[in-house]
């Protein structure tokens, strides 16, 4: 369901089509699929599709005070690659790990815990946080202040498995540390799963409500928002409808 993969799987169609006595229905998928893919790739297309996701949860006041607890969810490091190089390689979204390092430099009495095993379907040795942990003492986090979770799969279980873990104490205040786009979905995990933490955006791919109807000239950087969009729709849906939270968008908690 995702437009890369959709996108190329309507393609083949196409071509297939165009092969037999239904050709004519071919060339017009082939169109079709030409179109879809100029407007994932150069419309405002991912741009509107991200937007709400990214938009939901404000940047977190300082004001409100110190901290007891910051949790890291991964997603930076991909564990084949540095598991065959033998040495930590960041893919994307690295602001996950440089905030948690500014955090622990401003709030020394913090907690950092790091969550991440492997998202692989078949399981292996190479987990996420055994990789970023290294990453976040080169910048600055010692290494005695670091609570690893290396067994979570998926976000549900990141909640889960960091809530037992740590045991949040009532009226503790624990941050939660992921991407703008991935934390509405965050946010209503960790409420379902009884752990009642603070929104930390970070990594946001568009600048804001000014950029929403904006084209680009990089294919790569339209389709890329647009997977990503449409991936943690997916991923909201899918999350509502198994019972793992509480609402399709969430949102800010009402005081």
């Given at each position: 369901?995702?437009?890369?993969?959709?996108?190329v799987e309507?393609?083949?169609?196409?071509?297939?089509l165009m092969?037999?006595?239904?050709?004519?229905?071919g060339?017009?998928?082939?169109?079709?699929t030409l179109?879809?893919?100029?407007?994932?790739?150069?419309?405002?297309l991912g741009?509107?599709?991200?937007?709400?996701?990214?938009s939901?949860?404000?940047?977190?006041?300082?004001?409100?005070g110190?901290?007891?607890?910051?949790?890291v969810l991964?997603?930076?490091?991909d564990?084949?690659?540095s598991?065959?190089?033998r040495t930590?390689?960041?893919?994307?979204?690295a602001?996950r790990?440089?905030?948690?390092?500014e955090?622990a430099?401003?709030?020394?009495?913090?907690r950092?815990?790091?969550t991440?095993?492997t998202?692989n379907?078949?399981s292996t040795?190479?987990k996420?946080?055994?990789y970023?942990?290294p990453?976040l003492?080169?910048?600055?986090?010692?290494?005695?202040r670091?609570i690893?979770e290396r067994?979570?799969r998926?976000?549900?279980?990141?909640a889960i498995?960091t809530?037992?873990?740590?045991?949040p104490?009532p009226g503790?205040?624990?941050?939660?540390?992921?991407?703008?786009?991935h934390?509405?979905?965050?946010?209503?995990?960790?409420?379902?799963a009884?752990f009642?933490?603070?929104?930390?955006?970070?990594d946001?791919?568009?600048g804001?409500r000014?950029d929403l109807?904006s084209f680009?000239n990089?294919?790569?950087?339209?389709l890329g928002?647009?997977?990503v969009?449409?991936?943690?729709w997916?991923?909201?849906?899918?999350?509502?409808l198994?019972g793992r939270?509480?609402?399709?968008?969430?949102?800010?908690?009402?005081?």
């Amino acid at each position: 369901m995702l437009p890369i993969n959709l996108l190329v799987e309507l393609g083949i169609v196409s071509l297939l089509l165009m092969a037999t006595r239904f050709a004519a229905l071919g060339r017009k998928l082939a169109v079709t699929t030409l179109v879809l893919l100029a407007l994932a790739a150069f419309s405002p297309l991912g741009n509107l599709l991200i937007y709400p996701l990214e938009s939901r949860f404000p940047a977190w006041d300082a004001a409100r005070g110190a901290p007891d607890g910051i949790i890291v969810l991964g997603g930076s490091v991909d564990t084949d690659l540095s598991a065959a190089h033998r040495t930590p390689v960041v893919a994307h979204a690295a602001d996950r790990l440089f905030a948690p390092a500014e955090l622990a430099r401003r709030y020394p009495n913090a907690r950092i815990v790091f969550t991440g095993g492997t998202a692989n379907l078949v399981s292996t040795e190479a987990k996420e946080a055994d990789y970023s942990a290294p990453i976040l003492e080169n910048l600055g986090i010692p290494k005695e202040r670091l609570i690893l979770e290396r067994n979570s799969r998926n976000t549900w279980e990141n909640a889960i498995f960091t809530k037992e873990l740590v045991k949040p104490k009532p009226g503790e205040r624990w941050l939660l540390v992921t991407s703008a786009f991935h934390m509405p979905r965050s946010m209503g995990i960790f409420r379902k799963a009884g752990f009642d933490v603070e929104a930390y955006p970070v990594d946001w791919r568009m600048g804001g409500r000014d950029d929403l109807f904006s084209f680009t000239n990089m294919g790569a950087d339209g389709l890329g928002r647009t997977e990503v969009a449409v991936r943690e729709w997916i991923g909201l849906v899918a999350y509502r409808l198994m019972g793992r939270t509480g609402e399709l968008l969430p949102g800010p908690a009402k005081d």
